[in-house]
């Protein structure tokens, strides 16, 4: 498989402790529970595909009361056996259909394809299960919704318990053909469909542009109805994981990389086109290799050294396929732990900005790769979440501890932040062109679901919980806070199936919940805020998702036109005469102006905002008077 078709994984493997929480708690706190009680919505009108590691089709909660399957079809990308079958016009992967998967249920024979890790069946659990293995205790959020799997990943798994060892696998340049699968058997079954890509990778562009990110964008959003797209963060959130700064002419940049840990260690860095930039590389053992010139547009310099292979790439020639004018420089180190340097001089420089991160640098599992100098609070999204028509997830903790199978109380590292709190492993945005990063955030931390009885997660005991006849165990991290959120989705479907991507995420959005944790929304940890089906819900079912004016203890803002190109109108209402601010910051937190400081009479003041001379971005709009506090978001466009 060529290189550029492997980037490292971010999992969240039960392996690692999870947290588990009762469904009916999950339920209950995202306000599940009243929209089946109060509306009869179960998810049964839309479909939830999962793009993961595969499905254990035996398990009883992807099952219906007759033995069949809740399963549509399941595509296995990672098997290319079947790809020129007669009911695989997409030419790659091999294709279960419904009445094959019955056929084997009824036999009782398994099909080659399964979920050898566990991810993609708990995953698929807690968006949908239907809990017939717990005789309803632990249910989905939409249990009533049928399933379309692509086996789309794996980081693979060792043999056990008699199965076989599986082969790691990520290509998303597959995904064009995954979603032409999902979309095919949504318009078969005439059902919308909400997408879950519950895996992820550090790296890339990070600002839209990427191949993937373009994917995503090019088929849904506006206009495109009965079509959701979502995935989470990322799990590295709070991690010296990203660096960024400014390169100027004849500057020298020395960036220090600590590198904790034998094996692998990917560095993804970008800086725009107009700049040259040469490279240095000083190796743990002191060898400085280099410099490397910068290559023309349209060509690639590589070249390597002790303990290191590097990959310049110019304009319009890199591993993400940017649509961005940018260039790339990767380097996968290698080896022993030690510390490295990149030294960056700039020999021709117009802007001289650059951002780099690395992989893998999760918060728990490697939390010594980290970047000792330059290192920069943020951007820690995954690539797709900076899809502009992606919906990303934030996990927060809703209850710290759970019983694992034997009768001892587990926990996970950073669950200690306690119960309300955002899970500190969750991705803070912003996206490296300046936008949230984040829509919502839900609990994640984390929820019981089924789990695939041959794959590596039954095999630890301390994440496992058993209840009827099959396993069921914990997922934690963002990968359990994803789902939750696919789930409802399913269920604002369910709602109003001709909903898209851009009215169901606003719905999310302007619903979601805020408290003393989520602090003043948006921002780039909780997005919007603790993710509200109920109130969601709610607002589909009242007619539009359209964005309110944003209120507070007696005052109200708006900001209009949003986007903006240039100049905007800030409208801000009192309710009585005060001393009022209205600041303008980037999504960090850095005021980036003020539009109003002093006294208003009670009324609304209309303030002129001129927003021409900022960068193209997601800026939040914050007035403050008589004690009350009200903020809202405005895009400005180029």
Known sequence: MPRRLVPFLLVALAALPALAQQTDGVHTETGVDRVRSEFGLTGA???VAVL???LDVEHPDFRNADGSTRVVALLDLTDNSGANAPDNPWGVGTVYTRAEIDAALAAGTRLATRDAVGHGTASAGIAAGNGRASDGLYTGVAPDADLVIVKFTTEGAAAHDGEPAEAPFYNPALLPAALNFVDAMATAEGKPVVILA??????????GTSTIARVIDDRFGDGIPGRVFLTGSSDDGGVDNHAGGTVTQGETAEIRIRKGHAGALRLNLWYPASDRFTVEVVSPNGAVTGPYAPPANGARASGSGSGFVYYHNGNGVDFFGAASATREILIDFSGAAGTFTVRLTGTSVADGRFDASLNPSTLYSRPDNVFETYAEAGYTVWDAAAARDNLPVNSYVLQPTWTDV???????PGNDVGMGELWPGSGVGPTYDGRLGIAVSAPGQGNITPYAPRSIFATARYSVIRDGDAPYGVLGFVSGAAPVVTGIVAL???ADPTLDAAQVRAALEQTARTDAFTGVVPNTQWGYGKVDAYAATALVRGGTADEPDARSGGLSLTTAPNPVHGSATVTLTLDAPSSASVTLSDLLGRRVGVLHEGPLGAGAHRIAADLSG?????????????GAVVARTVTVVR
Not at 202 to 207: A, I
Not at 406 to 412: N, P
Not at 614 to 626: D, I, M, N, S, T
């Open 52 to 54: 993961d590691r595969g």
């Open 614 to 626: 900022l960068p193209a971005g997601v800026y939040l709009v914050r007035a403050e008077a008589g």
């Open 45 to 47: 009108g839309a479909l």
């Open 492 to 494: 604002l479907l369910d």
């Open 198 to 207: 519950n895996f992820g990778s550090v790296g890339g562009p990070m600002d």
């Open 406 to 412: 034997d009768g001892a109380t587990q926990t996970y």
